[in-house]
T-cell receptor, first 119, second 110 residues
Framework: AQKVTQAQTEISVVEKEDVTLDCVYE???????LFWYKQPPSGELVFLIR??????QNEISGRYSWNFQKSTSSFNFTITASQVVDSAVYFC????????????????FGKGTKLSVIP | EAQVTQNPRYLITVTGKKLTVTCSQN?????MSWYRQDPGLGLRQIYY???????DKGDVPEGYKVSRKEKRNFPLILESPSPNQTSLYFC?????????FGNGTRLTVT
């Protein structure tokens, strides 16, 4: 069975500090997708990134970057020069390409990391 | 604008009073799903649907029903709500890419 672990329940940083959110996953599939979602205080879930298991290239988008390492089953998320607007709960998620068509859509979420950026 | 719309945003009800939370998407997505979010537990899937008239249980289906009579709509039905169903509910849809989520429905059952 698939599993996603976000060991950091809550993190506080001072504005402009860099912060890394950890995500470790377990899966038996060789083909799978990893995701990060952001949930700001307003409550909606905002998609940030999707990465498939064959693409281990790191991704950078502005102040956000993602480090995918299959060897350690990790998909960590770094925010550089954090801002107050980055305060949110961040979820890592995994979907497996199971034998049924539904497999590629079934997301297993971690329990989330609450990030507080202090001005 | 492409979106997933849930209604209502907030709902307070009493134990045993049947309720329906509606979900509609305008992106012609085949896949739709319901999740509930609880503190310390993250998001857990309740039911999902791969297409019209095709639904299946997720991880926590007890106490819930769904239907998919049309592609765009996927209502969540609580026939006899109980206090342990107090939660934040999200509907989501997809066409093979990432899930698009609605804004959530905060349900309180007293």
């Amino acid at each position: 069975a698939q599993k996603v672990t976000q060991a950091q329940t809550e993190i506080s940083v001072v504005e402009k500090e860099d912060v890394t959110l950890d995500c470790v996953y377990e899966t038996r599939d060789t083909t799978y997708y990893l995701f990060w979602y952001k949930q700001p205080p307003s409550g909606e879930l905002v998609f940030l990134i999707r990465r498939n298991s064959f693409d281990e290239q790191n991704e950078i988008s502005g102040r956000y970057s993602w480090n995918f390492q299959k060897s350690t089953s990790s998909f960590n998320f770094t925010i550089t020069a954090s801002q107050v607007v980055d305060s949110a709960v961040y979820f890592c998620a995994l979907s497996e390409r199971a034998y049924s068509g539904a497999g590629s859509y079934q997301l297993t979420f971690g329990k989330g990391t609450k990030l507080s950026v202090i001005p | 604008e492409a979106q997933v719309t849930q209604n209502p945003r907030y709902l307070i009800t009493v134990t045993g009073k049947k309720l329906t939370v509606t979900c509609s998407q305008n992106m012609n997505h085949e896949y739709m799903s319901w999740y509930r979010q609880d503190p310390g537990l993250g998001l857990r899937q309740i039911y999902y649907s791969m297409n019209v008239e095709v639904t299946d249980k997720g991880d926590v289906p007890e106490g819930y029903k769904v239907s998919r009579k049309e592609k765009r709509n996927f209502p969540l039905i609580l026939e006899s709500p109980s206090p342990n169903q107090t939660s934040l509910y999200f509907c989501a849809s997809s066409l093979g890419g990432p899930l698009h989520f609605g804004n959530g429905t905060r349900l309180t059952v007293t």
